[in-house]
């Protein structure tokens, strides 16, 4: 059985991954580790992680795991926004010019970012543009958490059929997906961490896979490793 790391940018992602990718890659035969935040500083010897983006603290822990694990069934993966994605991030100059192409941006950066890392091992998932672009794969589901809201979950839905796939909702400062959720439903800008991963597992993984073409290639190359 192959064995994964996964750095996660913030506690949803960490749930989602280890309640729902978890139990799925297990039967791929992918043991995935408990996910761990991402590094986004170091003082006094100490590692903070989470809700920073800042590029090479996250460069350094992820290094220092690579070296301690050398095993060739051993793999890293990340899951982290390209929404607000920062300033020292490898490749980022060349990315902008894709910008009106957001599935091609998006590559360019994961392969800018497995280059500065430098293992085989190596695979990073930047997410398009956030986490929250699941849940407009049906955002029906938000309905089980917020009973009284039918006609802003209905504006979601209408959101939703607006676009081909929810990952090419924008990344603007006020229309991300989360932006758009959290305009509809406020509750759920503080109970993100809790309710992001549960309505997504609601939604389920074939759903997102479906929806989400970038998700679904990253979540394919992960199924894979149990064939190593």
């Not at 991954?17 to 590094?39: F, N, Q, R, S």
């Amino acid at each position: 059985m192959a064995r994964l790391y996964l750095f996660a940018e913030g506690r949803t992602e960490q749930t989602f991954a280890d309640t729902v990718l978890k139990p799925h890659l297990a039967g791929t035969g992918v043991y995935l580790h408990p996910p761990v935040l991402v590094a986004h500083a170091k003082r006094k010897g100490k590692v903070h992680r989470g809700g920073g983006r800042k590029y090479l603290p996250m460069k350094n822990d992820i290094l220092r795991l690579l070296a301690q694990e050398k095993a060739g069934d051993v793999f890293f993966t990340t899951m982290i926004d390209l929404y607000a994605i920062q300033g020292d991030f490898p490749g980022l100059v060349e990315a902008e010019k894709l910008r009106h192409v957001p599935q091609e941006r998006v590559v360019s950066l994961e392969k800018a970012f497995a280059s500065d890392i430098g293992d085989r091992r190596f695979l990073p998932y930047i997410q398009l543009h956030e986490y929250e672009a699941y849940l407009f794969s049906d955002p029906s589901w938000f309905r089980y958490f917020y009973d009284d809201y039918e006609r802003q979950i209905g504006a979601l839905e209408a959101t939703a059929h607006q676009y081909t796939s929810p990952e090419l909702i924008d990344d603007g400062q006020d229309s991300a997906p989360s932006k758009r959720i959290i305009a509809q439903l406020p509750d759920y800008g503080d109970a993100k961490s809790a309710v992001g991963p549960q309505v997504a597992e609601l939604i389920g993984l074939h759903r997102i896979r479906s929806r989400c073409p970038h998700f679904a290639g990253w979540l394919s190359r992960l199924e894979e490793l149990g064939g190593v």
